[in-house]
Nanobody, 127 residues
Framework: QVRLVESGGGLVQTGGSLSLSCTASGLLFTEFAMAWFRQAPGKEYDFVASVGRDGGRTKYADAVNGRFTVSRDNAKATVTLSMNNLQPEDTAFYFC????????????????????WGRGTQVTVSS
C-alpha cells in the first residue's frame, strides 16, 4: 500500500534549475524522515539530501550543499528537492526514500536502512 512517486525530472542546461517532488501515500508521513539519493549509470547510489520529520532539520552531501534545497509539506505528504546551478555531474536517476524515525533529526544512515523507495526520475544536465 505504501507508494513514493517522484516527478519533475527532465533535461536542463548547465547552470539551470529543476525541482523534483516525491509524494507519499499509504503511510503516516509525519513519522518518516525523507531523503533523496541518486545513481549515475554504472555507479552506486549516492546520498543527496535528507529532511527530518517536521522539515526543520536537513542534511546535504558536500557535492550539492549550497546548490540544492530539500523541504517537505506534511499536509501534502510531499518532499521537494530544489536544484540550482546544475552541473553535468548532477546527471543521474534520482530516488526519494522514507525511513521511520522517532527523533526529529535529518538522517544520515546507510541506504539499506530506509524503509521505502520510489521508482525514481531521470535528471540530465547538458552543456
Amino acid at each position: 500500500q505504501v507508494r513514493l512517486v517522484e516527478s519533475g525530472g527532465g533535461l536542463v542546461q548547465t547552470g539551470g534549475s529543476l525541482s523534483l517532488s516525491c509524494t507519499a501515500s499509504g503511510l503516516l508521513f509525519t513519522e518518516f524522515a525523507m531523503a533523496w539519493f541518486r545513481q549515475a549509470p554504472g555507479k552506486e547510489y549516492d546520498f543527496v539530501a535528507s529532511v527530518g520529520r517536521d522539515g526543520g532539520r536537513t542534511k546535504y552531501a558536500d557535492a550539492v550543499n549550497g546548490r540544492f534545497t530539500v523541504s517537505r509539506d506534511n499536509a501534502k505528504a510531499t518532499v521537494t528537492l530544489s536544484m540550482n546551478n546544475l552541473q553535468p555531474e548532477d546527471t543521474a536517476f534520482y530516488f526519494c526514500a522514507a525511513v521511520r524515525l522517532l527523533s526529529p533529526g535529518a538522517p544520515a544512515i546507510p541506504r539499506p536502512q530506509y524503509d521505502f523507495w520510489g521508482r525514481g526520475t531521470q535528471v540530465t544536465v547538458s552543456s
